[in-house]
Structure formats: structure tokens, C-alpha cells
């Protein structure tokens, strides 16, 4: 950039933010706050486009209430996630900034703009700079040439994959236009090409969207143009401060210098793997410590399996480069430091931040250790390859990726099943795709279309698990169907169901739909608007619309869901009368196998008040206390004191669930009539989730002895194997454990022992530099611990003079330790700084206090050259 215009222009990634959000605010834009990373679309798990929130508008569906709005909105995107910090500008946490237009102005004062504040604003000089736009849109390609002043050879037409911009098959549509900056102008202008990565950058794109597509294809224009952009902050913050990657930049390589510090790395000197491990840190930090700061929770399922998934790369990257022990709430607080000002939060969710951080980092540190050992079993029993299937369990299941892998066996002389590992991983995407990682307007726009030819679906559900139905629509993936055969995924629609749809934290039911024709069995039911969708696959023949089926839940099913609902009712009468009375649930989960319920509570319950709990909703499911079920409006339901759930919506008109005497509550869900049928209930665990919230999980009814047959054969086996009554079990394994830490602590005694007569006969080794004495050796196998004390024995036996030990105590640890007299401390040398840098040599890193100081690292095919160099400067330093 020239340096005649850089001393004005904006660098840093906040005042870039800052002046895109004012450059469209003083040309009439309304500056609107970033939305959730938790979308109000169902069809997204997570918000992963500037344009989201604007959905609605773009399809009509919503009047703006602004003509012009602008934002800079966080996104989270993971399905490039293998090549985030592999290469310059991948993320999974970023920013985009855009300016929007809903049938205001369009592509001539948008492309007027963006280049306005590309080249006067910013200063990027306009001979860096390339435009593409589609190759059908000559308006585009003319303001270009004509009103801007592009040069002709630097506008690309591109085709329809990369310059048109679609919402779906069908729906709002349009041509796009970006402008890419060049790094290397000097290589000329003859043969650009924009999918050259090294050399181009895409950095703003602007979609003109003007069309809406037909289901055969046709294109007709919009009654109202819309103008989409989006500039990538992280990419303008590389462009603008010059640097090699978005990493690099003051968005994220403090996060970056936070994790490299831990194990006593500089970026600057590491090989290209270990700045890989550090970018992966810096980015998932970012992108966790927002999406735990938007409400959303570690979890095997959805966008809570996003962030659990993100978390342990994290921690498996931080294992990579030396980390051992728990280290990413220190990196956090750095990711939380730098966005507090732009989202505040963050620093407000700091200890609901911190808390899940910590849960889940120690979690999965204990699963790493049993996938570790589990690789150790396979490289065990395959001679020569490990099959894709194990790979991938290692990858799914521990977090190993298939990289990783590989490296290990290779290690060993082995390989890997790569075709495989990438076969059972195509066939879990197969399963994930309602993952939704994509914007998808056509299934809410073909539910728009069928509203206004099919009525709403009325629930028989309350009252009548069977009924003859219509088939008044069918969906196969988002796209409205006259018939669907056997094997077809489905969503259908009909006129009147007993199927309850998922809502208030209860599953939609299952079951089967049968008609003259067709059999579909239906594995869960949504609700969209006043429809509820079947969700389900055609088992056998055709079904078409207008069929008429019967419509019948799996009964067995909906009995455990009823149990699990009443006893979550009674879970939260029981909180309030024994623990607090200002209780209030937080969220919850009906399962037909469990129940899992969410409460506002300041502390961890006692195991005293757990029992009482439990055994107060025993005593009411014991007492058979009939159910009083009524609809009223909400006013009179909440003056006779009935509970809602802080955040829900709630229409004019709401039912009410009332056990007199024990517990109200609004609630569209089914219950039992009478607490007798619920049986047992029976709490498994209670945990904290968040701050100031608490999970109770529990399972009611059959469930119950589904769990306690588990439980029992688990207690039979243990007895089996100790040949002891089941009672005396505790006591054995109590035994066993003392057993164990004996054995532990006299193995351990031994090491140091024999570490201690293995020390000695090194005294002679010794070399003598003046007055003092230096010894530099390497014992095989010795622990860390016992390493110590033998330095320390040495340093002592040879009075003044330097000691530096090495060992490998175990396969892929290096073990260092240096003791230091005041003599030689006395010529500037400390033993912390000493073997610190010393460890680097190993992949590691370490320090201590100037006389005695402890390092480790990962690559002991280094510890000779280390103790090898170590030994140098001592002798250098000393003599």
C-alpha cells in the first residue's frame, strides 16, 4: 500500500468496524445491532450470514421497518472446519459487515459506495484491485467500466456457481458482484485469476437480489429489489495492517500469543504444524466464548454438539503443542478482553463462559486419556493397517483426527484405511444433515404457499391417540410433492392429527400413518406456524395428497413421555417447597426415556435436599392426586396462581395443567390423568450448567426400570468379579483403592531410589571448568518427580557447579530439570530461562526458580541434541 496514504487511513479491526458501520450511517442506513448466534430461523442451527435476520424481509414475509440497515454481524460456520488455521482466511468465528437495502436503492449506488469506501475511505489503492460480477449482468459490468472507472480487463464475468447468489431451488434470487484485492500486482493483469488464493482475496460482496425462481426454473423479476452485502472484517484487517493471514491480525493473535505463552512458545519461531495447533486455538476460542455467551450449551446434539465439538479441538490442539494440563479459561479471558467493547455480553456471561469451559475441557481431557489408550489397543492388534472404521471412532468418539491418526501409526510402520475413515465419515454426514449448515428459504416459502390452499391442523392428541386424516400436503426435502413412493424421507401435512408436535420441551410423538396404498412410519412431528409436519419415510407403496389415513401414535411411547412430563411438574413443586420458593424453571427435556429440567438456582443442591426431592415427588405419585385440565385466559390462570416458564410465549388463550394441592402450570403437553400412572421417579444426577442454573435429570415411570435393570446387572457383575455379597461392593472397591495408592506410592518410592543410585554414578561424569563442576546426562525412564531429586542430590554432591538432567519417563514426554549453585548463578545463568529454552529443542517448554527449574516436551528424538546443546552453553557460559 502506498505509504503516502497509509498514515491516515484505519488499521486496526475495531476502527475498521466502526467506520463501515458510520460511513453507511451517514448515507441514511439504521445502524442495527448484531442478531444471536442462536437464530430465530428454525431452519439454521446457528447464524452463519450476515443476512439472517433479514430472512423474513428478503421473502416477503415481514415489512422492514427500515428502508436501509447496516451491521456487523458474528457468524459461526464449521463445515470448512478442517481448514481453519491451514489456510490464510478459513473460520469458524467471524465478522461480516454489511449494509442493506429493502427495495430502496440498488446496484448502482451499492457499487458506488463499496467502491467509495474500498478506495477513498479505506485507501486501497484501485490498481490492486479486481471485480467480478455474472456473466449475464451487463448492467453490473457497465457501472463498473463507465461510472466507476474500472479498467475492462479487470471485471471477470463468472458463472452462475460463483456469481449468483440463490436461496434455493426456488425463491428470492439474484447476480452478485465482488471486489478482490491483489497482493501481486506485479505479476500483471494477463492472465488473473481469482481462484488464485495466494495472490487474490475476495473481501466484499454484493448481491443484487432481483428475481424470484419459479419451480421450473423461470426467472421473473421482483416487485422489490434488495441489495445483500457483506465485507469480511477479518479479511479487511489483513489487507489493511498487511499481514499474512486473517491469524495474524489484532482480531485474533493476541488470543493467539495468550495460548503460545502457556508452554513457553514464540509464533514467530515455530515450525508450521505448531502455528497450525495455535491458529485452531485462537479462532475456536473466539468462536466459543461467543456461542456460550448466546445462551447455548455443550451437548451431544444440534448446535450444543457445534460447540462441544469446537471445545476439545481446542483442547486437543493445546495437547499438540505441549499443553498438559487445563489452560483454556486463560485463553478465554484474552478472546472475552478484546470483544468486551463491541459485545458486552461476553464480559456479563463471564462466569457462565468460564464454568462450561472448565466443565467441558476436564471432560474431555478424561476422554482423551481413554482414546489414547485405545489407539495404544489398535496399533496393538493391527500389524500392518488400521481400519477406517477404527479411525473414525477415534475421530468421532475421542476427538483424534484422521491427521493425527496417521501420524501416530506411521510412527509405529503402520497405515491407515484413508478411503475408509472417509467412507464411515460420508455416512455420518448422511445422518447430520439436519445440521441445516446452509440458509434455506424454500421450506418456510413452500409452507407460505401452502397456507393459502391448506387450512391449519387441528390436535385430536389430547383425547384420541387414532384418526382418520387427510393428506392435505407432502414435503420431500423443503419441496412441495403431488405423491412420494416407497424409501422417500417425507414431511406431511394433514387436516387433523393425534400426533403431538415437539414443543414446550416435549418430543414430538411417533407412530404410523396407513392407507389403502401406503404405510409411512413417522419418527417425528414439528410445528411450523399452524402446521404440524410427519416427519418420516414411506415404508411401502405410494402415498399421494388427498389420501385419506389412518393416523396412529405409538401409545407406549406416549405413555413414557406423559410419565416424564407430570414428573418434571411435580420435579418443580417439590424445588420449590424443599429448596426455594422462588424457583423457576430455566428449560427442560421430555424424552421417552428420560427427563431433563432447568431451574434458577444460586447453588448446588446438598445431597440431603436431592433425597428430599425425590422422595417428595414419590409421596404425591403415591398419593394419586387426579389432574385438572382446562383452558382459560391467562390472566385468570395466573391469578389462580399458575406457573409459567420465564421467557415463553404465551397466546390470550393457554391451558392449564392442575394437580390441586401439589401443582399449576401452563402447558400445551400431554400428561397422565392421575399421578398414580406415573409409577416411580428417580433422579440420576444434578449438575450445574450455567451460572445461576442447575439441571436435574431423572427418569419417570418404565423408564425407572429400564434403569434400574442396567444399574442391577452392573452391581451383579461387580459381585461376581469380587466375590462378594452386592452390599459389600463399596467396601471392596474402598479396600482396592487403598490397595492401589499403596502399590502407587511404593512403586514410586522405588523410582526414586533407584533414580537416586542411578544418580550417584554419575558423579564421576563431571567435567570440571575451573572451581565449578558440570554434569549433563540423560536417565533413561526416569519420572519427572524423581528426576528432580536426583539433580538436586548431584548438585549437592558436587558443590559448585550446574547439573542438567534429561529423561523420557514415557513414550512421546520429555522430562528436563536443571540445578543451578549461586556460583553459577553468580555468571547470569538461571536455571528457569536455562531449561526453558532448552526444552524448546524437545517441542516444549518449562522454567522454575533461578536454582532449580523443571521443562518438558513431546519429541524425544531431540533430548540428545538438547542435553547435547545444553551441555555447550554451559561450558560456554562458564568457562
Same mark, same amino acid.
Given at each position: 500500500?502506498?505509504?503516502?496514504?497509509?498514515?491516515?487511513?484505519?488499521?486496526?479491526?475495531?476502527?475498521?468496524?466502526?467506520?463501515?458501520?458510520?460511513?453507511?450511517?451517514?448515507?441514511?442506513?439504521?445502524?442495527?445491532?448484531?442478531?444471536?448466534?442462536?437464530?430465530?430461523?428454525?431452519?439454521?442451527?446457528?447464524?452463519?450470514?450476515?443476512?439472517?435476520?433479514?430472512?423474513?424481509?428478503?421473502?416477503?414475509?415481514?415489512?422492514?421497518?427500515?428502508?436501509?440497515?447496516?451491521?456487523?454481524?458474528?457468524?459461526?460456520?464449521?463445515?470448512?472446519?478442517?481448514?481453519?488455521? &491451514?489456510?490464510?482466511?478459513?473460520?469458524?468465528?467471524?465478522?461480516?459487515?454489511?449494509?442493506?437495502?429493502?427495495?430502496?436503492?440498488?446496484?448502482?449506488?451499492?457499487?458506488?459506495?463499496?467502491?467509495?469506501?474500498?478506495?477513498?475511505?479505506?485507501?486501497?489503492?484501485?490498481?490492486?484491485?479486481?471485480?467480478?460480477?455474472?456473466?449475464?449482468?451487463?448492467?453490473?459490468?457497465?457501472?463498473?467500466?463507465?461510472?466507476?472507472?474500472?479498467?475492462?480487463?479487470?471485471?471477470?464475468?463468472?458463472?452462475?456457481?460463483?456469481?449468483?447468489?440463490?436461496?434455493?431451488?426456488?425463491?428470492?434470487?439474484?447476480?452478485?458482484?465482488?471486489?478482490?484485492?491483489?497482493?501481486?500486482?506485479?505479476?500483471?493483469?494477463?492472465?488473473?485469476?481469482?481462484?488464485?488464493?495466494?495472490?487474490?482475496?475476495?473481501?466484499?460482496?454484493?448481491?443484487?437480489?432481483?428475481?424470484?425462481?419459479?419451480?421450473?426454473?423461470?426467472?421473473?423479476?421482483?416487485?422489490?429489489?434488495?441489495?445483500?452485502?457483506?465485507?469480511?472484517?477479518?479479511?479487511?484487517?489483513?489487507?489493511? @495492517?498487511?499481514?499474512?493471514?486473517?491469524?495474524?491480525?489484532?482480531?485474533?493473535?493476541?488470543?493467539?500469543?495468550?495460548?503460545?505463552?502457556?508452554?513457553?512458545?514464540?509464533?514467530?519461531?515455530?515450525?508450521?504444524?505448531?502455528?497450525?495447533?495455535?491458529?485452531?486455538?485462537?479462532?475456536?476460542?473466539?468462536?466459543?466464548?461467543?456461542?456460550?455467551?448466546?445462551?447455548?450449551?455443550?451437548?451431544?446434539?444440534?448446535?450444543?454438539?457445534?460447540?462441544?465439538?469446537?471445545?476439545?479441538?481446542?483442547?486437543?490442539?493445546?495437547?499438540?503443542?505441549?499443553?498438559?494440563?487445563?489452560?483454556?479459561?486463560?485463553?478465554?479471558?484474552?478472546?472475552?478482553?478484546?470483544?468486551?467493547?463491541?459485545?458486552?455480553?461476553?464480559?456479563?456471561?463471564?462466569?457462565?463462559?468460564?464454568?462450561?469451559?472448565?466443565?467441558?475441557?476436564? &471432560?474431555?481431557?478424561?476422554?482423551?486419556?481413554?482414546?489414547?489408550?485405545?489407539?495404544?489397543?489398535?496399533?496393538?492388534?493391527?500389524?500392518?493397517?488400521?481400519?477406517?472404521?477404527?479411525?473414525?471412532?477415534?475421530?468421532?468418539?475421542?476427538?483424534?483426527?484422521?491427521?493425527?491418526?496417521?501420524?501416530?501409526?506411521?510412527?509405529?510402520?503402520?497405515?491407515?484405511? $484413508?478411503?475408509?475413515?472417509?467412507?464411515?465419515?460420508?455416512?455420518?454426514?448422511?445422518?447430520?444433515?439436519?445440521?441445516?449448515?446452509?440458509?434455506?428459504?424454500?421450506?418456510?416459502?413452500?409452507?407460505?404457499?401452502?397456507?393459502?390452499?391448506?387450512?391449519?391442523?387441528?390436535?385430536?392428541?389430547?383425547?384420541?391417540?387414532?384418526?382418520?386424516?387427510?393428506?392435505?400436503?407432502?414435503?420431500?426435502?423443503?419441496?412441495?410433492?403431488?405423491?412420494?413412493?416407497?424409501?422417500?424421507?417425507?414431511?406431511?401435512?394433514?387436516? @387433523?392429527?393425534?400426533?403431538?408436535?415437539?414443543?414446550?420441551?416435549?418430543?414430538?410423538?411417533?407412530?404410523?400413518?396407513?392407507?389403502?396404498?401406503?404405510?409411512?412410519?413417522?419418527?417425528?412431528?414439528?410445528?411450523?406456524?399452524?402446521?404440524?409436519?410427519?416427519?418420516?419415510?414411506?415404508?411401502?407403496?405410494?402415498?399421494?395428497?388427498?389420501?385419506?389415513?389412518?393416523?396412529?401414535?405409538?401409545?407406549?411411547?406416549?405413555?413414557?413421555?406423559?410419565?416424564?412430563?407430570?414428573?418434571?411438574?411435580?420435579?418443580?413443586?417439590?424445588?420449590?417447597?424443599?429448596?426455594?420458593?422462588?424457583?423457576?424453571?430455566?428449560?427442560?427435556?421430555?424424552?421417552?426415556?428420560?427427563?431433563?429440567?432447568?431451574?434458577?438456582?444460586?447453588?448446588?443442591?446438598?445431597?440431603?435436599?436431592?433425597?428430599?426431592?425425590?422422595?417428595?415427588?414419590?409421596?404425591? +405419585?403415591?398419593?394419586?392426586?387426579?389432574?385438572?385440565?382446562?383452558?382459560?385466559?391467562?390472566?385468570?390462570?395466573?391469578?389462580?396462581?399458575?406457573?409459567?416458564?420465564?421467557?415463553?410465549?404465551?397466546?390470550?388463550?393457554?391451558?392449564?395443567?392442575?394437580?390441586?394441592?401439589?401443582?399449576?402450570?401452563?402447558?400445551?403437553?400431554?400428561?397422565?390423568?392421575?399421578?398414580?400412572?406415573?409409577?416411580?421417579?428417580? +433422579?440420576?444426577?444434578?449438575?450445574?450448567?450455567?451460572?445461576?442454573?442447575?439441571?436435574?435429570?431423572?427418569?419417570?415411570?418404565?423408564?425407572?426400570?429400564?434403569?434400574?435393570?442396567?444399574?442391577?446387572?452392573?452391581?451383579?457383575?461387580?459381585? =461376581?468379579?469380587?466375590?462378594?455379597?452386592?452390599?459389600?461392593?463399596?467396601?471392596?472397591?474402598?479396600?482396592?483403592?487403598?490397595?492401589?495408592?499403596?502399590?502407587?506410592?511404593?512403586?514410586?518410592?522405588?523410582?526414586?531410589?533407584?533414580?537416586?543410585?542411578?544418580?550417584?554414578?554419575?558423579?564421576?561424569?563431571?567435567?570440571?571448568?575451573?572451581?565449578?563442576?558440570?554434569?549433563?546426562?540423560?536417565?533413561?525412564?526416569?519420572?519427572?518427580?524423581?528426576?528432580?531429586?536426583?539433580? =538436586?542430590?548431584?548438585?549437592?554432591?558436587?558443590?559448585?557447579?550446574?547439573?542438567?538432567?534429561?529423561?523420557?519417563?514415557?513414550?512421546?514426554?520429555?522430562?528436563?530439570?536443571?540445578?543451578?549453585?549461586?556460583?553459577?548463578?553468580?555468571?547470569?545463568?538461571?536455571?528457569?530461562?536455562?531449561?526453558?529454552?532448552?526444552?524448546?529443542?524437545?517441542?516444549?517448554?518449562?522454567?522454575?526458580?533461578?536454582?532449580?527449574?523443571?521443562?518438558?516436551?513431546?519429541?524425544?528424538?531431540?533430548?540428545?541434541?538438547?542435553?547435547?546443546?545444553?551441555?555447550?552453553?554451559?561450558?560456554? $557460559?562458564?568457562?
Amino acid at each position: 500500500m502506498p505509504t503516502s496514504q497509509s498514515q491516515s487511513v484505519v488499521t486496526r479491526g475495531a476502527d475498521i468496524r466502526k467506520t463501515f458501520l458510520e460511513f453507511y450511517a451517514e448515507r441514511q442506513h439504521k445502524i442495527l445491532p448484531s442478531a444471536s448466534l442462536v437464530p430465530e430461523d428454525p431452519t439454521v442451527l446457528l447464524t452463519i450470514a450476515g443476512m439472517l435476520q433479514f430472512k423474513p424481509i428478503f421473502l416477503g414475509q415481514r415489512q422492514a421497518a427500515v428502508d436501509r440497515a447496516t451491521t456487523s454481524q458474528k457468524c459461526i460456520r464449521t463445515n470448512d472446519i478442517e481448514n481453519v488455521g &491451514r489456510t490464510a482466511r478459513h473460520h469458524t468465528f467471524f465478522e461480516m459487515l454489511g449494509n442493506f437495502s429493502f427495495g430502496d436503492y440498488f446496484k448502482e449506488q451499492a457499487i458506488a459506495w463499496a467502491w467509495e469506501l474500498s478506495t477513498e475511505v479505506f485507501q486501497l489503492p484501485a490498481e490492486r484491485l479486481v471485480v467480478s460480477v455474472f456473466r449475464e449482468d451487463d448492467e453490473a459490468f457497465a457501472i463498473w467500466r463507465d461510472q466507476v472507472g474500472v479498467p475492462p480487463h479487470r471485471i471477470l464475468r463468472m458463472d452462475e456457481e460463483d456469481n449468483f447468489w440463490t436461496s434455493g431451488p426456488t425463491g428470492p434470487c439474484g447476480p452478485c458482484s465482488e471486489i478482490y484485492y491483489d497482493f501481486h500486482p506485479e505479476l500483471g493483469d494477463q492472465h488473473i485469476d481469482l481462484e488464485d488464493d495466494s495472490r487474490f482475496i475476495e473481501f466484499y460482496n454484493l448481491v443484487f437480489m432481483q428475481y424470484n425462481r419459479d419451480a421450473e426454473g423461470n426467472l421473473t423479476p421482483l416487485q422489490k429489489q434488495n441489495i445483500d452485502t457483506g465485507l469480511g472484517l477479518e479479511r479487511m484487517a489483513q489487507i489493511l @495492517q498487511q499481514k499474512p493471514n486473517n491469524y495474524e491480525t489484532d482480531l485474533i493473535f493476541p488470543i493467539i500469543e495468550t495460548a503460545a505463552k502457556i508452554p513457553g512458545l514464540d509464533y514467530a519461531q515455530c515450525d508450521e504444524p505448531t502455528q497450525v495447533s495455535l491458529k485452531v486455538i485462537g479462532d475456536h476460542v473466539r468462536a466459543v466464548v461467543h456461542m456460550i455467551a448466546d445462551g447455548i450449551a455443550a451437548s451431544n446434539v444440534g448446535r450444543g454438539y457445534i460447540l462441544r465439538r469446537l471445545i476439545r479441538r481446542v483442547v486437543r490442539h493445546g495437547r499438540l503443542i505441549g499443553i498438559e494440563g487445563a489452560f483454556v479459561n486463560q485463553v478465554a479471558e484474552t478472546a472475552i478482553a478484546l470483544s468486551e467493547s463491541v459485545y458486552p455480553n461476553v464480559r456479563e456471561r463471564e462466569t457462565a463462559i468460564k464454568g462450561e469451559l472448565e466443565r467441558e475441557e476436564a &471432560r474431555f481431557l478424561e476422554t482423551l486419556e481413554r482414546g489414547e489408550k485405545l489407539l495404544a489397543e489398535i496399533l496393538a492388534k493391527h500389524p500392518q493397517q488400521i481400519s477406517g472404521a477404527d479411525a473414525f471412532v477415534l475421530y468421532d468418539t475421542y476427538g483424534f483426527p484422521l491427521e493425527l491418526t496417521q501420524e501416530i501409526a506411521e510412527e509405529q510402520g503402520l497405515t491407515v484405511d $484413508a478411503a475408509g475413515f472417509e467412507t464411515e465419515m460420508e455416512q455420518q454426514r448422511q445422518r447430520s444433515k439436519d445440521a441445516h449448515e446452509t440458509i434455506d428459504l424454500t421450506a418456510q416459502g413452500s409452507l407460505d404457499v401452502l397456507a393459502e390452499h391448506v387450512h391449519s391442523t387441528s390436535f385430536l392428541g389430547y383425547t384420541d391417540p387414532v384418526s382418520t386424516s387427510k393428506v392435505e400436503a407432502i414435503l420431500v426435502e423443503g419441496i412441495s410433492q403431488s405423491a412420494a413412493a416407497a424409501g422417500t424421507a417425507v414431511q406431511i401435512v394433514m387436516d @387433523q392429527t393425534p400426533f403431538y408436535a415437539e414443543s414446550g420441551g416435549q418430543i414430538g410423538d411417533r407412530g404410523y400413518l396407513s392407507g389403502d396404498n401406503a404405510v409411512i412410519r413417522v419418527e417425528d412431528v414439528q410445528k411450523e406456524s399452524d402446521f404440524f409436519l410427519h416427519l418420516g419415510r414411506v415404508e411401502r407403496g405410494t402415498v399421494q395428497v388427498g389420501d385419506h389415513v389412518t393416523a396412529q401414535i405409538d401409545r407406549a411411547c406416549r405413555r413414557r413421555a406423559m410419565a416424564n412430563h407430570t414428573a418434571t411438574h411435580l420435579l418443580q413443586a417439590a424445588l420449590r417447597k424443599i429448596v426455594d420458593d422462588n424457583i423457576s424453571q430455566a428449560g427442560s427435556l421430555v424424552a421417552f426415556d428420560r427427563m431433563r429440567f432447568d431451574f434458577n438456582c444460586p447453588r448446588a443442591l446438598t445431597p440431603e435436599e436431592v433425597q428430599q426431592v425425590e422422595e417428595q415427588v414419590n409421596t404425591w +405419585i403415591a398419593e394419586g392426586h387426579g389432574a385438572t385440565v382446562a383452558e382459560m385466559p391467562i390472566e385468570e390462570a395466573k391469578k389462580r396462581g399458575a406457573i409459567a416458564m420465564f421467557g415463553e410465549k404465551y397466546g390470550a388463550e393457554v391451558r392449564v395443567i392442575d394437580f390441586p394441592g401439589v401443582s399449576m402450570e401452563l402447558c400445551g403437553g400431554t400428561h397422565v390423568s392421575n399421578t398414580a400412572e406415573i409409577g416411580l421417579f428417580k +433422579i440420576i444426577s444434578e449438575t450445574g450448567v450455567a451460572s445461576g442454573i442447575r439441571r436435574i435429570e431423572g427418569v419417570a415411570g418404565p423408564a425407572v426400570l429400564d434403569y434400574l435393570n442396567v444399574r442391577d446387572a452392573v452391581v451383579r457383575d461387580l459381585s =461376581e468379579r469380587f466375590k462378594v455379597k452386592p452390599e459389600e461392593v463399596p467396601d471392596r472397591i474402598t479396600s482396592l483403592q487403598a490397595e492401589l495408592k499403596s502399590a502407587q506410592k511404593e512403586r514410586e518410592a522405588l523410582k526414586s531410589e533407584l533414580a537416586v543410585v542411578k544418580s550417584d554414578q554419575l558423579v564421576n561424569d563431571a567435567e570440571a571448568i575451573g572451581d565449578l563442576k558440570v554434569l549433563v546426562a540423560e536417565m533413561p525412564g526416569v519420572a519427572p518427580d524423581a528426576l528432580k531429586t536426583a539433580a =538436586e542430590r548431584l548438585q549437592q554432591k558436587l558443590g559448585e557447579g550446574a547439573v542438567v538432567l534429561g529423561s523420557v519417563p514415557e513414550e512421546g514426554k520429555v522430562s528436563l530439570v536443571a540445578a543451578f549453585s549461586p556460583q553459577v548463578m553468580e555468571q547470569k545463568l538461571q536455571a528457569g530461562k536455562f531449561i526453558g529454552a532448552i526444552a524448546k529443542l524437545c517441542g516444549g517448554g518449562g522454567g522454575g526458580r533461578p536454582n532449580l527449574a523443571q521443562a518438558g516436551g513431546r519429541d524425544a528424538a531431540k533430548l540428545p541434541e538438547a542435553l547435547a546443546t545444553a551441555k555447550q552453553q554451559l561450558l560456554d $557460559a562458564l568457562g
